[in-house]
Nanobody, 128 residues
Framework: HVQLVESGGGSVQTGGSLRLSCTAS????????TGWFRQRPGKEREAVAA?????????????WYADSVKGRFIISQDNAKSTVSLQMNSLRPEDTAMYYC?????????????????WGQGTQVTVS
């Protein structure tokens, strides 16, 4: 079992930045990748970014971003490999959503919600 906790959400002005963190605990060795999803008001949950967190050094194909956030958001892992962060820059009102951290045991497609087994409770991001 893996437990995920998000933090770093808040309210920012358009064009501002925010950094979200996802801290994992429990049997973290079973996870293959960690992703960030968001759910905007009145819309279904969607993938934002993902990073493969298995053994080995990062590669050019280890990260994935939705087209809507490319060039603005950056996903990364800390040195201890216990936390995955999402740096969000140039924020827009349409980025307003509940952001969720998710981890999967075997992730073939990082943008698919069904690939992930564990989910955090979410953290609210509001841009105005």
């Amino acid at each position: 079992h893996v437990q995920l906790v998000e933090s770093g959400g808040g309210s920012v002005q358009t064009g501002g930045s925010l950094r979200l963190s996802c801290t994992a605990s429990g049997d973290t060795g079973v996870t293959d990748a960690t992703g960030w999803f968001r759910q905007r008001p009145g819309k279904e949950r969607e993938a934002v970014a993902a990073i493969y967190t298995g053994s080995g050094a990062p590669t050019a194909s280890s990260s994935w971003y939705a087209d809507s956030v490319k060039g603005r958001f950056i996903i990364s892992q800390d040195n201890a490999k216990s936390t995955v962060s999402l740096q969000m820059n140039s924020l827009r009102p349409e980025d307003t959503a509940m952001y969720y951290c998710a981890a999967g045991e075997w992730v073939a497609a990082p943008d698919r919600e069904s690939e992930y087994n564990y989910w955090g409770q979410g953290t609210q991001v509001t841009v105005s």
